[in-house]
């Protein structure tokens, strides 16, 4: 077993825990964190249905980014939608038998690699070309866009320059899954693009890329509005107004 195989086998291996325990942590804080006040943004649904709806619609659609900003929202879209076929379409590396509908999405993960591109170079452009926004920019926001860019440039290259062995590839991660390490390929361009995902595995518990999660845990969008039917009581405050149980 070479020194390569066992070194991407150990970063993969932790960069899975760190991102699988640094999002759970995370999420276990945010579930955590007191919500003192009725604050859903209006207009806001009156049931916990309509709650579920609308958070639904603000994650497949971006309602309200579409509602603020035409522009970050065609680009902001177009990077995550493409993403997700993206991601699914890397099913195949770690299925066996890769599922039917994996399969059938593969010819337009080609086509999503490119609207992946194209998305994040609006959203980096915003932030270079837009004074107020280059303003308030900070490092990491450059950061996230070149890791993610990066990512995607080194896996079309892969795919249109120099190609990689897909078989033993597979092999290593299906290897990897068992417990049963096999050989990975010594590519440079796949040993670039699996660094820079482990990269970002382990960058995303810590990163601004907690969006992700962290928008099922924002109070304006969470919550129902129904302080007219129903007293808020936050868990701090029940405490204080009962210092019988300890507050
Ligand atoms: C351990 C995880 C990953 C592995 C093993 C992997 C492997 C690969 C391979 C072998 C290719 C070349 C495909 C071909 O020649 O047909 C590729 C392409 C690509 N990868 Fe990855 N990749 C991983 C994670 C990611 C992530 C997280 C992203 C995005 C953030 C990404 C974005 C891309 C893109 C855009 C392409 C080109 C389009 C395509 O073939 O789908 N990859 N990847």
Redesign the pocket.
């Known amino acids: 077993m070479s020194a390569l195989t066992i070194f991407y086998a150990l970063l993969?291996y932790a960069a899975t825990g760190i991102l699988i325990f640094g999002v759970a942590a995370k999420c276990w804080v945010y579930a955590r964190t007191p919500q003192p006040l009725k604050i859903p943004t209006p207009p806001a649904p009156t049931t916990r249905r309509g709650v579920v709806l609308r958070m639904l619609l603000e994650v497949t659609l971006f309602r309200t980014l579409f509602r603020s900003n035409k522009w970050i929202w065609l680009f902001g879209w177009m990077f995550h939608v493409a993403?997700l076929v993206?991601?699914l379409?890397?099913l195949r590396?770690f299925t066996e038998p890769v599922w039917a509908w994996v399969a059938l999405i593969q010819p337009f993960?080609?086509y999503?690699?490119f609207a992946?591109?194209a998305g994040l170079a609006g959203l980096w452009a915003r932030r270079v070309l837009v004074d107020r926004v280059r303003y308030i920019s900070s490092p990491s926001d450059h950061l996230m866009l070149a890791l993610?860019a990066a990512?995607?440039a080194s896996?079309?290259a892969?795919?249109y320059l120099t190609?990689?062995d897909?078989v033993a590839?597979k092999a290593f991660?299906l290897g990897l899954m068992a417990f049963q390490w096999q050989p990975l390929p010594a590519d440079p361009l796949?040993l670039a693009?699996?660094a820079l995902?482990a990269g970002?595995m382990i960058v995303f518990p810590l990163s601004k890329l907690l969006h992700a999660p962290g928008v099922f845990f924002s109070p304006s969008l969470n919550q129902v509005d129904d302080a007219r039917e129903r007293r808020h009581v936050a868990g701090w405050s029940a405490q204080i107004n009962h210092p019988a149980r300890g507050g």
């Open positions: 993969f993403l993206v991601l379409r890397h590396y993960g080609l999503a690699g992946l591109l993610l990512i995607a896996g079309l892969m795919k190609h990689t897909i590839l991660f796949l693009h699996l995902v970002l």
